[in-house]
């Protein structure tokens, strides 16, 4: 049998320590509370207990928030337990959009203990299969959290059995719903696998211009389009790929290449020419 896991919390609200205290007594696996940090200075110490395997962060501390504390861990090259980000309902929106771009675990306050009880539960799977290293997304949440969120250069991509892969936007020709998994197209490897659903890829990628649905099931990258077929609704990506635009979206998509071919072409994004349009613009 394996021991209790050795868990901590970042949070400086004493009413909410206490429920997460409560919500602990009531889980069905062994945990420890190792740690209880309520500023800064006790938070750092808690991210570099060797000792502490999940930690759950309160995004907002009295005088600044975590991501301070974590930009000091990480940069003097601690090796971070697994995170769990804590954050009220419609709070630090582009916190959130950012640590959902690096694939890290977020539970929204008020939390119950089935909330705690399936991070844990994820964090125990992923465990199992590889040992717990968060550095790579823990990296490209500051770079996120430092530029602009509106527009990110990279993604990370959670696979099966807890692997994450980091990728660059503008390498993913289109994204593909497949039932409950996802599939992401890329131009220099072979498709990722992605077990998070393709309404996750939809709701990060809303307010990217640079990626348009084209059906219920496809989330293409423009940059990578070569022509679009209005007549049959068939659209050609530069690998010599064909997708076909579902009715539904295909006046949105016309319409958008239409009022974008030019800026596009003078930006020079991607290459539309004058071709871009096979049937003309009927």
């Known amino acids: 049998m394996t021991g209790p896991i050795h868990i901590a919390i970042v949070e400086d609200n004493h009413d909410n320590i206490e429920t ?14 190792a740690g209880i940090a309520r500023d800064e200075t006790e938070a750092y110490a808690v991210l570099t207990n060797e000792a502490v395997e999940l930690v759950f962060l309160d995004i907002q501390l009295r005088t600044t928030t975590i991501f301070s504390v974590l930009e000091k861990v990480y940069k003097e090259g601690h090796i971070l337990p697994e995170l769990v980000f804590l954050t009220a309902h419609g709070s630090f929106e582009n916190a959130v959009k950012a640590i959902q771009f690096a694939c890290l675990d977020f539970v929204t306050k008020p939390f119950d ?16 299969t590889s040992p717990p290293n968060q550095q790579p997304e823990i990296g490209l949440l500051l770079q996120l959290l430092k530029n602009d969120i509106h527009t990110p250069k990279s993604m990370a ?39 998070k659903n393709f309404g996750h890829y939809l709701s990060l990628l809303a307010d990217n211009l640079d990626f348009i649905q084209i059906s219920k099931s496809y989330l293409v990258n423009v940059s990578h389009i070569r022509q679009y077929n209005h007549q049959d609704k068939s659209l050609k990506l530069k690998t010599g790929q064909t997708l076909i635009v579902s009715h539904r979206f295909s006046r949105e998509l016309h319409k958008f290449l239409l009022s974008n071919q030019q800026q596009v072409l003078t930006e020079g994004k991607f290459d539309f020419i004058k071709n871009l349009f096979k049937s003309g613009s009927k």
């Open 113 to 128: 203990a089935r909330d705690i009880e399936n991070t844990m539960q994820r964090y125990l799977a992923k465990k199992q």
């Open 20 to 33: 997460f205290q409560y919500v602990l007594s009531q889980l069905t696996m062994p945990v420890h509370l």
């Open 157 to 195: 991509i959670q696979l099966s059995r807890g692997i994450i892969e980091l990728v660059d936007l503008d390498q993913i020709l289109y994204i593909e719903a497949d039932e409950n998994i996802t599939i992401v197209h890329l131009a220099d490897k072979p498709p990722l696998h992605s077990n």
